[in-house]
Structure formats: structure tokens, C-alpha cells
């Protein structure tokens, strides 16, 4: 490197962090009712750790994990008063001199205190990104489609083998769905009714089942004749598990991730014992956990590539600024197809 370039990185550093960032940020002072207890105001950024990058926060998705953190008990703690939101995507704006993060790159993260204009992220929580890789996608990549493509993993299905999703129509099933298309995995998609049926098969589901239990055993069963059936992906538990569990196919893996159910999942012994059942719960934590630095990065890698395909769908219903929070939160509750973004770009 030359000696002048050297200086550049110095200035930039030093500037950077002698410069302090004002900025409009929806926070919490108590758990409640978001669209209550939020508040948009303006605050001073912290100062940036070594850690760390300071991100241009470019948009912010709204997923149920922050309604949790607001309204209910949740794994991470708010420190009040709390910036909300998790995942979000943006644009480095300083880097401390670390040019393992060039300045101006297109990055996703997941960490707290998004839903704001700036944010300090930790280095091990960027996802570097192509240059003109959607922000919109962006947006929503650092969650829900490493938890599908996790999902679809430990589902140990191959290629013309079958799993079920339960909530199909969420945004998680969705990925999956599409996720197990490009592999040749077929997909039974159970949703509650047939408002999305076309969209989910048009993603590649190659069955559509409306969440009645005596229907949806009947044809599981039917197809469970001629058919490897080897995974069931669950986020409802309930009476729906129950019946799936009864019959599902021998050798079948059982994967809980969710709770849209408040309803205990039952069985009899002699349905998971005869038919050899693995029952799992799933957090996608302690799945990455699990992983090495170069098994995470090559999983990036691949989900990158297929999300940037352009017939790859994350749809986006609604963009909205800070400012409009409250119509953001109404329409992220009521809606049923794409995600609702905070859009700063």
C-alpha cells in the first residue's frame, strides 16, 4: 500500500470518529403496545468501538421478533430507553480503518437498535454484500432466509423426497419453499385457507392443504404410500402437529422452530417408537452456533447467489418512514403477503 493511501485511511479514521451523528431513532421507555410505547426523537449516536462499523441504515424490516421484544418477554433484554428493531440493511459510513469492510459497501446485519437512521454494528454481524445486490432484499436477509435455509438442512431432505410446512404462507415458509424447489425437494405447503394457494404454488409448493385434520391425514397418508415424506418443518404445534405426527412417514424427522399455537402438540408412544420419529426444537442461534466461521461463510455465499436471482421472491407490500410509524405497524399486523419495510434510502 502506498504511504499516501495510508494517510487517506488515517484522515478518514480520525475525522470520522471526532464527527458525532445526530440522529431520529424510534425508541421504548416500557413494554406495551408498539404503536404506544414507540416514540421517533433524536439522540446521539455512541461512539464506535474497534469492534465495530458504523452503518447509514438504508431500511428496516418489521418482523414479529420485534413486536416480542416491545410488547413481551423476549431472549434479548431492552436497556430503557431502548431503540427498537433487529434486522435492516445499509451502507458502511465508517469503518475505523479496517479494510475488510470497505467504505460505502451495501451490507445486511441483524442486531439491535435498527430502526434508526444510523447504527453501530458489530463486525461479526455484517454481511457484505454485491454492489447491486436489492435493497429491498437486503433488507430482509440477515433472518429469515438463513432460518430456512437452516431448516431445510437439518431437514435432511434430498432431492424428489417430500416435506410439510405448517404456516405456509409466513415469510419463512416462503423462503423454504423456494429453497427447496432449486433443489428438487417437493413441498406440502398447510395454510389456514386458500387466499395465497396460487402465490405458493407459483413459489414451487407442489401441494397446497388447508390446515383440517382429517383431511390433511387422509392425504398425507395417501401420499405416504408411494412417497418419501422425511421431514416435517412445524411453527403452529397444536392439534395440526398432533395429526401430522400420527401420520407422517416412518423414519420422519419432527422440527418445532414456532408457536403460532397455543395448544400442547401430543402423541402416543407408540407414534414416534414404531415408526422411529425424531423430535427437534430449532432456534437459529444456537444452529449457528454450531457452525464454523467457514461453514457460515459458504452457506452466505449460496444463499446470496440464489436470492440474488431475480425470480427469487421477497416481496415487499409497504415502505415507510420513521415518521409514519404507527400506519407502519398497522399494515406489518395486517398483512398477509410481503413484508412492510422502514425506508430511509
Not at 115 to 136: G, H, R
Not at 327 to 335: D, L, T
Amino acid at each position: 500500500m502506498k504511504i499516501t493511501e495510508i494517510f487517506q485511511i488515517i484522515k478518514h479514521y480520525n475525522i470520522n470518529r471526532l464527527k458525532k451523528y445526530t440522529l431520529r431513532a424510534l425508541y421504548f421507555r416500557e413494554k406495551g403496545a408498539a404503536a404506544k410505547v414507540l416514540e421517533l426523537g433524536e439522540k446521539n449516536i455512541q461512539d464506535l468501538s474497534d469492534n465495530e462499523v458504523r452503518i447509514k441504515v438504508l431500511a428496516s424490516s418489521i418482523n414479529p421478533a420485534d413486536f416480542m421484544f416491545i410488547e413481551k418477554q423476549y431472549r434479548v433484554k431492552p436497556e430503557f430507553p431502548q431503540i427498537a428493531g433487529f434486522e435492516g440493511a445499509g451502507t458502511i459510513i465508517d469503518n475505523g480503518g479496517d479494510e475488510n469492510f470497505p467504505l460505502n459497501s451495501i451490507v445486511a446485519f441483524r442486531h439491535k437498535n435498527i430502526w434508526a437512521e444510523f447504527a453501530n454494528i458489530p463486525k461479526d454481524k455484517i454481511i457484505l454484500l454485491p454492489k447491486n445486490f436489492p435493497i429491498e432484499k437486503a433488507a430482509q436477509l440477515s433472518l429469515n432466509p438463513l432460518t430456512a435455509w437452516a431448516l431445510l438442512e437439518e431437514s435432511n431432505a434430498h432431492t424428489n423426497e417430500w416435506i410439510v410446512l405448517s404456516a405456509a404462507s409466513s415469510t419463512v415458509s416462503k423462503l423454504i419453499i423456494q429453497f427447496a424447489k432449486n433443489k428438487g425437494i417437493n413441498t406440502i405447503a398447510i395454510v389456514r385457507d386458500f387466499e395465497q394457494k396460487e402465490e405458493l404454488l407459483s413459489l414451487g409448493a407442489n401441494m397446497v392443504l388447508i390446515s383440517d385434520n382429517e383431511i390433511i391425514e387422509k392425504q398425507i397418508r395417501e401420499l405416504g404410500k408411494t412417497e418419501r415424506i422425511v421431514s416435517f418443518l412445524d411453527a403452529v404445534g397444536g392439534d395440526l402437529a398432533s395429526t401430522i405426527i400420527k401420520t407422517i412417514s416412518p423414519g420422519s424427522k419432527i422440527i418445532h422452530y414456532g408457536l403460532y399455537s397455543d395448544q400442547n402438540v401430543t402423541y402416543h408412544n407408540a407414534d414416534i417408537i414404531f415408526k422411529n420419529l425424531t423430535i427437534q426444537g430449532f432456534g437459529i442461534d444456537g444452529w449457528q452456533n454450531n457452525k464454523s466461521k467457514t461453514e457460515l461463510k459458504k452457506i452466505w455465499t449460496n444463499i446470496i447467489h440464489e436470492i440474488m436471482n431475480q425470480d427469487f421472491k421477497m416481496e415487499v407490500s409497504g415502505k415507510y418512514s420513521l415518521k409514519a410509524f404507527k400506519q407502519a405497524i398497522i399494515e406489518s399486523r395486517n398483512n398477509k403477503s410481503g413484508k412492510i419495510l422502514f425506508w430511509m434510502n
